[in-house]
């Protein structure tokens, strides 16, 4: 199917370097230059978390210190007030801050950085007898940490407990007279949260999530936490390292704030996971194949994720755990799949068995990867356009790190036993040129058969996502919005309230026009995929990760769902 909304079909392949070099900071609020047309319903805030674009630092000592792995690059938090107007068009005004400014400077003074990352590699010369030390006498990991994966607005748990990132003392976060937006929070792929203001995104200062729970004492967690769409529960994991390695799956009440432990887990290797799966009666924790070394402890020796997960394995199965989270029942059921890599799921369900009418299948999208070289690839080197970048990541590696979009079906769910664990079967996988990451459906879907999923496109034009698709699971079909030189960022689904079908609502999307490095918030009819309207900006906004789009109709204070 065509591209809709494209101007040209061009083959050539052009670079995204200005999303990668970005250090601008809007700190006052400036208004947008809005063309064609934002629905009323779209009122409210869309924040967008990051990397702020640049991972160099001139340092005191005159090098230039030079961060290896997109994946580490310096938080910089985005905001964009979308504004009805009764005597004229829709109003958008734009600020952003940096989440890290001490952490920068630090690198400034000393040239270095001393805490766990990404992917930064070590210095070659540096001693065993320093290694060592370094996993008994951990640095101070936490002052002023990096975190800017995935974002909440009032977690339940989370409301009134932070520790000061400049004294690091406990303290109380100050809710003042605010209704709705109260806090907001940042996630990474640790047991850490940070807090940020929501109007100034100020870093206010940090919490682990041993606050919510004493057992949740792992170093390690999913950015992407999920929400029960009913009750807004929040459901994640923690994982503690060690032999074995233990998952605690927990849930946070939202009425209540209450942590409780769900379900442990000891017979899985340790891996690097960045998100679970949620159906209306069951957590899935699917363990996918980017498992770490020494039962997750070369951690602690290479004190970086990449250096401490072992190469992908064809040969061990991906492992999926089913855990009862309405009877207090733990883990019922396990089954094993072909391996493969994934950042995002996307959203899972329950239905009728297609082979045993009394029994409850689950079906689970995903959008996965065949193996661990998109990790190697989000290396900077290779993301920007250096001879090394196109060394690397051509013919065979540029096409195993891009990604599918894969159904599971886990069969007969109540028949099953931990002891004797069931097959994952793949129902269908998309092709690639018709697949996506970041993906996202109407979150009114969730939990729910959904139709749509929507997400970056990587069809091999830029070096990083190259287009929009919404992809029809029914009818197997793409529908494509694609400009050439333009990269987008993720999708954010904003329903149409008075809407009747799925794709009824918007898309939000941050796009860079690499062509004229300036950024600017798409509009996109979720229907046809095509152009509504735009709020163009001055400046270029560096590639990103995730966003949270709050309405300014909840004045409930009621929490955003966590996807």
Known sequence: MPAHGSTTESS??????????????????????????????????????????????????GGTFALHHWFDGFTQNHRFQIIPSKDGPTRVLYNS?????????????????????????????????????????????????NIGVTLAVNPPGLYSTVT???TESSGVSEQGSRTGLQTLWAKTDADIYGQFDPETLEPIGYAHQSVLHPSLRGPL????????????????????????????????????????????????????????????????????????AWGGLKLLWERNVMDAISSFDPTRSALWYVIDRINDKGVVAKFESDPFFCFHTINAWEEPSSTHPSEIDIVADLSIYENLDILNRLYYENLLSTPRSSEDFVGEKRETSRPMLRRFRLHSILSRSVSQPGVAVEEFTAPKDHSCDLPTVNP????NPSRYIYG?????????????VKYNTYTREPRFWFHHGQNP??????????????DDGVLLSVVLDGLKGRSFLLVLDANKMEELGRASMECAVGFGFHGLYASSSSSSGIPVLEV
């Open 12 to 61: 050539d392949y052009w670079p995204a370097d200005t999303g990668f070099e970005v250090e601008q900071e809007v700190r006052d609020p400036v208004e947008l230059t809005v063309t064609g047309t934002i629905p009323s319903y779209v009122a409210g805030t869309l924040y967008r978390t990051g990397p702020r674009g640049s991972h160099r630092v001139d340092t005191e000592k």
């Open 97 to 145: 801050r940096s989440g890290v400014d001490p952490l920068i400077e630090d690198i400034r003074k000393t040239g270095q950085i001393e805490r766990f990352t990404f992917g930064q590699k070590r210095d070659p010369c540096t001693s065993i007898f320093r290694k060592i030390l370094g996993v008994f006498i951990p640095p101070k990991e936490y002052v002023n940490p």
């Open 164 to 166: 000061s990132s400049s």
């Open 221 to 292: 967690s999913g950015a992407h936490a999920k929400s029960d769409p009913v009750t807004r529960d929040v459901y994640n994991f923690n994982l503690e390292l060690g032999r074995p390695p233990t998952y605690r799956i927990f849930c946070v009440s939202a009425d209540t704030g209450r942590t409780d432990i769900i379900a442990t887990v000891t017979d899985a290797p340790s891996a690097y996971m960045h998100s679970i799966l949620l159906t209306k009666s069951y957590v899935v924790l699917c363990v996918w194949n980017a498992h770490y």
């Open 444 to 447: 009114r879907t969730l939990t």
């Open 456 to 468: 970056v496109t990587d069809r091999g034009k830029s070096t990083i996502w190259d287009g929009l």
């Open 489 to 502: 960022g993720e999708p954010i689904f904003i329903a149409d309230p008075d809407g009747e079908n799925e």
